[in-house]
Nanobody, 122 residues
Framework: VQLVESGGGLVQAGDSLRLSCACS????????MGWFRQAPGKEREFVAH????????NYADSVNGRFTISKDNAKNTLYLQMNTLKPEDTAVYFC????????????????WGQGTQVTVSS
């Protein structure tokens, strides 16, 4: 399974970005997926999770109401729409697939992308 993120960049506080994660080599439609982020000097933290058919979505408190996770099974692509970005959202964002444990635990995920940098200036 290969996961490739895209869509990161440098934006100002209050702006929006949409991250994408293209999946190949696996059964994307059957996978639960997640987004995590890691800021310099900090541990990787949970951002959002979506179950295999998109019915169940979970968010970290810090992004709830601002970020939206979605997946397009026809395009084998996971998305993260990020609105009202804040400087504290600055991090490398990773997509992950196929959790076999708690959805907010990065160690539960079996497949990871390489990450995309998001930088929010104040």
């Amino acid at each position: 399974v290969q996961l490739v993120e895209s869509g990161g960049g440098l934006v100002q506080a209050g702006d929006s970005l949409r991250l994408s994660c293209a999946c190949s080599g696996g059964t994307f439609s059957g996978y639960a997926m997640g987004w995590f982020r890691q800021a310099p000097g900090k541990e990787r933290e949970f951002v959002a999770h979506i179950n295999w058919n998109g019915v169940i979505r979970n968010y970290a408190d810090s992004v709830n109401g601002r970020f939206t996770i979605s997946k397009d099974n026809a395009k084998n692509t996971l998305y993260l729409q990020m609105n009202t970005l804040k400087p504290e959202d600055t991090a490398v964002y990773f997509c992950a697939a196929y959790p076999t444990g708690p959805f907010n635990d990065p160690t539960a995920y079996n497949y990871w992308g390489q990450g995309t940098q998001v930088t929010v200036s104040s």
